[in-house]
């Protein structure tokens, strides 16, 4: 049912005439006369009984006259409440994101955002990066933060965040922590400690040692990064962390040479599915930190 007929309907029916409805409608006639005639049509009655040129509403008109309003109020409360929408932020955000990136990347865009945004609750899940874009394609969260998966998926849109660099890491007494350079073939004489094979920093050291017929041994595998670099720290094997994790003196960076190994940390949300305000606005923050970090004053 169109609005617009609705309006012709309460306009005839306050005035008492078609040509008074037209005024104040900003119509001619006519065209009030038409859309009258359509709403009857619609309704399969007549509204207004016409005696020359007074009108007067039949029993359905005077039916339809307090629908008519409370519809046309509802669609006006509808559109305000749209429109508050977009300028207050409010409702849920469901994010999903990796241990790694909750610890060490998104502390301070959280807190900003329930700065800027009190409003918002905020409803965030740890799993690895592989689960949370499948999480995302089953419309189980809004946004994703994780790291670039090498398989892409067309139903997915993604942008990068940060860049982390990857670093070759050792105890300060492990014996390549002693050498001034160290190749891929000293690193293949002593064990590693990397995530399991799903991960995308050990398929690319993977790739790195398959590529020169390497024998890549892994000692253990675990997928907490944190874990990794307690366990490298002790002296239980050579290892690849982010950069940003070597803020302590913990470990030693192993000189590894022609090796420069990063990896892209990416938002991410279903290309077919319409984001919320809230979900819009993280975006925004990201792409505001992301920013900062480039480009730090």
């Known amino acids: 049912m169109d609005t617009q007929n609705l309006k012709a309907f309460l306009a005839v029916a306050e005035s008492g005439s078609f040509s008074s409805a037209a005024e104040q409608?900003?119509?001619?006639?006519?065209?009030?006369s038409k859309r009258i005639s359509l709403l009857e049509q619609q309704l399969e009655a007549p509204l207004f009984d016409r005696i020359g040129r007074h009108v007067t509403l039949t029993e359905a008109g005077r039916t339809l006259l307090p629908l008519a309003t409370e519809i046309l109020h509802a669609l006006?409360?509808?559109?305000?409440?749209?429109?508050d929408l977009q300028q207050t932020v409010s409702g849920q955000l469901r994010l999903v994101t990796s241990h790694h990136i909750g610890l060490h990347r998104l502390p301070a865009v959280?807190?900003?955002?329930?700065?800027?945004?009190?409003?918002?609750e905020i409803d965030i899940q740890f799993m690895d990066s592989e689960l949370a874009c499948q999480s995302i394609l089953a419309g189980e969260f809004d946004l994703g933060v994780v790291t670039r998966s090498t398989s892409q998926d067309?139903?997915?849109?993604q942008e990068c965040i940060w860049?982390?660099?990857?670093?070759?890491?050792?105890?300060?007494?492990?014996p390549l922590s002693r050498k001034k350079t160290v190749s891929l073939e000293d690193l293949s004489r002593h064990p590693a400690l990397l995530p399991d094979r799903r991960f995308l920093t050990t398929r690319i050291v993977a790739d790195l040692f398959n590529a020169r017929q390497l024998e890549l041994k892994s000692i253990m595998s675990t997928n907490y990064l944190e874990t990794i670099k307690a366990l490298i720290s002790v002296?239980?094997?050579?290892?690849v962390?982010?950069?940003i994790m070597l803020t302590d003196n913990s470990l030693e960076r192993l000189p590894v040479t022609g090796v420069d190994l990063r990896r892209h940390l990416d938002c991410i949300h279903h290309r077919q599915r319409s984001l919320s305000h809230p979900a819009a606005c993280f975006i925004d923050l990201l792409r505001e930190s992301a920013a900062v970090d480039r480009f730090p004053e």
Do not use: C, N
């Open 163 to 174: 860049i982390d660099r990857l670093i070759f890491v050792a105890a300060s007494d492990h």
């Open 241 to 243: 962390l982010p950069e």
């Open 154 to 157: 067309e139903r997915m849109q």
């Open 76 to 83: 006006r409360d509808a559109r305000q409440q749209i429109k």
């Open 25 to 32: 409608l900003h119509l001619t006639q006519p065209a009030v």
């Open 110 to 120: 959280l807190r900003r955002f329930a700065e800027r945004y009190p409003q918002v």
């Open 235 to 239: 002296g239980y094997g050579w290892g």
